[in-house]
């Protein structure tokens, strides 16, 4: 892990945060591998989309909890489009609406996603510690820790293809999701990006950004950690979590 020993340049900063990225951002996980490989059945991809939807709608909770520590008007009127883009406004029915269309497409019933019934417990606390943490850290560390942002085109690009490609299940309207983010997460990482430069001027400072990029890397590689261990191997599906149609038979084969 990066230890921060002297106060880095802006440049030096981003390139920090850059490399975390490059180590430990969750494209590089197994089950996405799979996921964007073909090597799934519709199933394991059904499991993944409902397990997801607990983050995506935690995305705007997230920002206001952020947003309760901004004191600046110009800040805030800044950030709050980030949960625009997520719960809807006018005529965008926004991110939140299009995930729940992408696993109806699935096969999932909507207020069974909605309910969050079936989600494994380890992607529930994963959420919940990510918007904790956001409640309780500083302006600077919050805003940091969004900076996933940084390698998100990267995974939607990914997904698109692969998925298009690979699952004859998957329909390009079922990508609406992944083809918003393309520019929106752009947009909002500059704006990030930028402040976290600007405001990271002590070693402390540089230190705890680094961490919580840390931290958010990690809370979506834990999720899919649990995805892997109940849809894929060994397969150990806790009590009350979704069970896709067929698994018990896949598993006994």
């Known amino acids: 892990m990066i230890k921060v020993e002297k106060v880095l340049s802006p440049d030096e900063l981003e390139a920090a945060l850059r490399s975390i990225g490059a ?9 996405h591998k799979m996921l964007h490989g073909g090597e799934m059945n519709l199933g394991q991809v059904q499991a993944w989309a409902l397990n997801r939807y607990v983050y995506q709608q935690g995305i705007p909770i997230k920002d206001y909890a952020i947003l309760a520590n901004c004191e600046d008007k110009e800040l805030r009127n800044i950030w709050r489009q980030r949960i625009f883009d997520h719960d809807g406004q006018g005529d965008d029915i926004g991110g939140i609406e299009r995930w729940l269309r ?3 497409a699935l096969g999932l019933d909507r207020e069974y996603v909605k309910s969050m019934e079936g989600v494994h417990p380890a ?5 919940d510690t990510y918007i904790n943490f956001c409640r309780r850290a500083p302006l600077l560390i919050g805003f940091a820790s969004c900076l996933t942002e940084l390698f998100a085109p990267k995974i939607h690009k990914e997904r698109i293809a692969g998925m298009l490609e690979n699952y004859d299940f998957v329909s390009e309207e079922m990508t609406a999701y992944f083809r918003e983010r393309l520019t929106q997460a752009p947009r909002d990482v500059d704006f990030a990006l ?14 705890a950004v680094i961490d919580a990029l840390y931290m958010k890397t990690g809370v979506l590689w834990a999720q899919l950690d649990a995805l892997y261990l109940s849809y894929v191997s060994p397969g150990m ?13 896949a598993a006994a084969e």
Request: hydrophobic share 25%.
């Open 23 to 31: 180590e430990r951002y969750h494209n590089l996980h197994p089950f």
């Open 102 to 104: 992408l696993c109806e």
């Open 123 to 127: 992607s529930k606390h994963a959420v």
């Open 194 to 207: 930028k402040y976290v430069k600007e405001n990271a001027t002590t070693i402390k400072e540089q230190q």
């Open 237 to 249: 599906i806790p009590p009350g979590c979704f069970v896709p149609e067929g698994f018990e038979q």
